[in-house]
């Protein structure tokens, strides 16, 4: 049985189990909608789901989250990869920089958001601001550990033939780096997603987390199982068809994968 039929299944199992509960009543409708059209003609998931994708609100926050993560996401991944090899390469650095931001990168990233606030207002400054300090710290101990754990050989025999700055870099230790890199890269993008929702649900401008938010407050929770469910659908996505693909690529042309 292939990976996807496994999948299909398995949702089938949820959605008939979803079906059975919402309508055996087992729960108030408020709390637990009929995920599909009832007698009454009441609004349900999939039919929220369709009609904001038909008019196109949902794709349209979809659209702005994803300007937003993309922004914010690269911010970290530059920021990330010079503190990390700042924090790799030289000692008095890994002992003052390296050590806070191991300590950063316990704190919460909704913990910056009153900060955020402050500095930026409820704008688009406070959101990005919220997701670039979610990816950064862990992009930066992801890119330092890689860098730090590259074998000393490689470096000796590079430099024995020459290699050094920016070549030795894009040579050896970039190659040698990239299986931490590439696991920073995924968890780095899972904080930045989880801290655009949160920023989202306080913030202006649009965006799939000022969708859940508005459904919240009209306890509309056809509508915040729909947002739910394009936020599960594009991390997933994200996941398996970007990150996922990048590993194998990226490990098999530079040598670091055990594939074939």
């Given at each position: 049985m292939s990976t996807i039929l496994r999948r299909v299944i398995f949702i089938g199992i949820l959605y008939t189990i979803w079906e059975v509960i919402s309508k055996s009543?087992?729960?108030?409708?408020?709390?637990?909608?009929?995920?599909?059209?009832?007698?009454?003609?009441?609004a349900t998931v999939l039919g929220t789901l369709w009609h904001g994708l038909l008019s196109g609100q949902i794709l349209e926050a979809t659209f702005i989250t994803l300007r937003r993560l993309v922004v914010g996401f690269a911010i970290a991944i530059t920021l990330g990869l010079l503190m990390g090899y700042a924090i790799a390469r030289y000692k008095w650095v890994d002992?003052?920089?390296?050590?806070?931001?191991?300590?950063?990168?316990?704190?919460?990233?909704?913990v910056w958001l009153p900060l955020a606030i402050?500095?930026?207002?409820?704008?688009?400054?406070?959101?990005?601001?919220?997701?670039?300090?979610?990816?950064?710290?862990?992009?930066?101990?992801?890119?330092?550990?890689?860098?730090?754990?590259?074998?000393?050989?490689?470096?000796?025999?590079?430099?024995?033939?020459?290699?050094?700055?920016?070549?030795?870099?894009?040579?050896?230790?970039l190659p040698a780096s990239i299986p931490h890199l590439i696991s920073g890269l995924?968890?780095?993008?899972?904080?930045?997603?989880?801290?655009?929702?949160?920023?989202?649900?306080?913030?202006?401008?649009?965006?799939?987390?000022?969708?859940?938010?508005?459904?919240?407050?009209?306890?509309?929770?056809?509508?915040?199982?729909?947002?739910?469910?394009?936020?599960?659908?594009?991390?997933?996505?994200?996941d398996n068809q970007v990150f996922m693909r990048m590993e194998k690529t990226i490990s098999r042309k530079w040598g670091v994968s055990t594939r074939l």
């Open positions: 009543g087992m729960f108030p409708s408020f709390l637990w909608p009929p995920i599909l059209i009832s007698s009454h003609g009441e002992d003052t920089l390296g050590f806070l931001i191991t300590a950063l990168q316990s704190v919460p990233s909704i402050v500095w930026f207002k409820l704008g688009e400054g406070a959101i990005l601001f919220i997701v670039t300090i979610g990816a950064t710290w862990t992009m930066t101990v992801n890119a330092s550990t890689g860098f730090k754990n590259v074998s000393p050989l490689y470096l000796k025999v590079a430099k024995t033939m020459g290699s050094s700055g920016l070549h030795l870099l894009r040579t050896v230790v995924r968890i780095a993008w899972a904080f930045a997603w989880r801290a655009l929702m949160a920023g989202e649900l306080l913030g202006t401008g649009g965006g799939l987390g000022q969708l859940l938010e508005m459904g919240r407050a009209l306890q509309s929770m056809d509508l915040v199982l729909s947002i739910m469910i394009i936020i599960g659908v594009v991390g997933t996505l994200m």
